[in-house]
């Protein structure tokens, strides 16, 4: 057992056989409530600060997460596939960099300090994202937001593969009840805080507007509050820790176990089995290694069997944020006066969680047991993993249905353009092949246009000034899903909607008694919204279309 360490970072000298020194004493809990309540779940005060760090740091993250996949759509403008894949590349960096902080905790730093550098990590990238998340070109956002990014997946990974284990730290050894409370209330923590973080970000993000638009800078600055009061709650607690040098990493002495039992073993073998076999290769090791290693080392090898089927298991299990989260923002969600947010689906899963635990250990479990049914973890794990395949079915013929009512994708090298005439007279339109006659406050086809240079030559008519002539020279790319323009007193402005929506377009089931708030918040961007609002929108002021057109034209033309 590693020496106690003070907080001058001096280990302790040991008894006088030269042992190290045991870990002291529990300390005393004061104030008689407050040590009744530790008292009932057999916790010191240290621990309580460390369930606290956790709570709010799991807030932080998974309401980040939350909102992430919307906030790369909606407020960096990327395609659902892009979004997608960023969002699962965060993951991967957050799950990552795990393994880099249990490194540096083991050699370099300690679980305490290594804690503390990277939530002060995980709150600077949390502050950059939130700064650089306003709906309007403030420097360039897309490459703040990469950054903050990857310092909230470097923070955040390497904090929790020791935050946990610095926990138990402060748990003597042979004090098996605290262990299992601690465990308990850790994981229980994390599942009520990513439920809070789930339900609550969500509505941050939506019901309150920035510029008319989500308020993404105010759903994560809450989350940077989040990570700030678990630094401070982390720091406060720092007198009662009880912090231990770094130790070596244990990863390394099984790694070097295995190679010098594989060594031994090939040695053996090579020398015609001079010696006796031994019960198991790993018992070939060299005997400076510890026998608890070997042992430990045997059943790690033999979980490995289950560990290639679990990158499986998770790469669907993410979909969750991802593709689910896109799906649910294409769907009608109201539920009788209750109306929920595409981002807040997920938090269902941590709902059913905590409600169907007790449930399944208290009594459904118990009643299969009198049957001599699922006794084993092995044989619960399967049906749970029969249930999730029927859950992605579902989720398979919801989207088959959902495609039924999109627009038909574009072929490669041809994007769409529409029309709205805001002007006091009617128009003559003429570009490419085409030619429209446009009358007042009329919002033309969708017309597939190729990515070339092309002219729009509009020509007023039965006006009541002077009809003029004018010629726009415009071209589209690649990254352009759709162009409105918008005519207003024989002047044009363009609006382009890039990558907001998949390619095969967006789901017409939003009911058009809703159009009049779509229109509000931004419709020009959904092209399946245009379809429905395209009535409504003459009952607006033609300057609120105008002026909702220039600011996304601004937005669309400077994205990073």
């Known amino acids: 057992m590693p020496e106690y360490e003070t ?6 000298q040991g008894t006088d056989n030269g042992k190290p020194a045991s870990k002291p004493d529990l300390p005393k809990v004061s104030g008689r409530a407050w040590g009744r309540l530790l008292k009932l ?46 969002y699962h590349v965060f993951t991967f960096f957050a799950t990552t960099f795990t393994i880099l902080g249990a490194f540096l905790s083991d050699y370099v730093c300690g679980r305490y300090r290594s804690i503390l550098i990277f ?34 997946s470097l923070g955040f990974g390497s904090i929790q593969s020791n935050l946990s284990h610095f926990g138990a730290d402060q748990i003597g050894m042979k004090e098996e009840k605290q262990y299992w409370t601690y465990f308990s209330l850790f994981y229980f923590s994390v599942n009520l805080a990513s439920l809070i973080s789930g339900i609550c970000v969500p509505i941050l993000r939506e019901d309150v507007k920035c510029l008319n ?69 790993l018992d070939w090791a060299d005997p400076r290694y510890e026998q608890d290693l070997i042992s430990d080392a045997k059943k ?60 399944f250990e208290g009594i459904i479990y118990p009643q299969f047991e ?17 249930g999730a395949v029927v859950a992605f079915l579902i989720a398979g013929i919801v989207q ?16 769409e353009l529409k029309i709205f005439n805001g002007a006091l007279c009617n128009l003559n339109i003429d570009f490419l092949e085409n030619h429209l006659v446009m009358d007042q406050h009329a919002l033309s086809p969708s017309y597939p246009v190729p990515m070339v240079p092309y002219t729009l030559r509009i020509v007023p008519e039965r006006c009541s000034l002077p009809p003029v002539s004018g010629s726009i020279n415009f071209t589209t790319d690649s990254k352009t899903r759709s162009t409105l323009f918008i005519v207003q007193d024989l002047k044009t402005r ?28 931004g419709c020009f961007r959904k092209p399946a919204c245009e379809t429905i609002c395209s009535i409504s929108l003459h009952t607006r002021t033609i300057w609120q279309v105008f002026f909702r057109a220039v600011r996304w034209s601004w937005a669309q033309f400077y994205p990073y």
Request: hydrophobic letters at 45%.
């Open 7 to 12: 907080m001058d970072d001096q280990p302790s």
């Open 41 to 86: 779940f057999h916790l010191n005060t240290s621990v309580i600060f460390i369930l606290a760090t956790e709570f709010f740091e799991k807030i932080a993250f998974f309401g980040q997460k939350a909102i992430l996949v919307l906030f790369f759509t909606d407020g960096l403008s990327l395609s659902e596939s892009k979004a997608t894949s960023l």
């Open 119 to 152: 939530s002060i990590i995980f709150l600077g990238g949390a502050t950059l994202l939130s700064a650089t998340a306003y709906p309007i070109p403030i420097g360039m956002p897309g490459v703040g937001s990469a950054i903050g990014l990857f310092l909230i």
């Open 213 to 281: 638009a989500d308020c993404f800078p105010l759903a994560f600055g809450v989350c940077s509050i989040a990570v700030l009061v678990a630094l401070v709650i982390f720091g406060v607690g720092t007198p009662r820790y009880k912090i231990y040098p770094p130790s070596g990493n244990l990863f390394c002495k099984v790694f070097s176990a295995t190679w010098s039992a594989l060594k031994n073993k090939i040695k053996w073998l090579r020398n015609k089995k001079n010696e006796k076999a031994r019960e198991h290769w």
């Open 300 to 359: 790690l090898y033999n979980l490995l069997v289950l560990y290639p089927l679990m990158p499986m298991y998770w790469a669907l299990y993410e979909q969750q944020g991802s593709r689910w989260t896109l799906q649910a923002h294409e769907m009608e969600l109201s539920m009788g006066s209750i109306t929920l947010k595409p981002d807040q689906l997920q938090s269902l899963n941590l709902f059913f969680v905590l409600f169907l635990l007790p449930i």
């Open 370 to 386: 009198k049957i001599n049914l699922l006794l084993q973890p092995v044989t619960r794990m399967s049906i749970g993993l029969f």
């Open 400 to 415: 088959l249905q959902i495609q039924k009512w999109q627009l038909p994708p574009q072929p490669d090298g041809v994007t």
């Open 494 to 521: 363009e609006l382009n909607v890039t990558q907001d929506l998949p390619l095969a377009g967006n789901s017409i089931t939003k009911p058009q008694q809703n159009c009049e708030t779509e229109v509000q918040t």
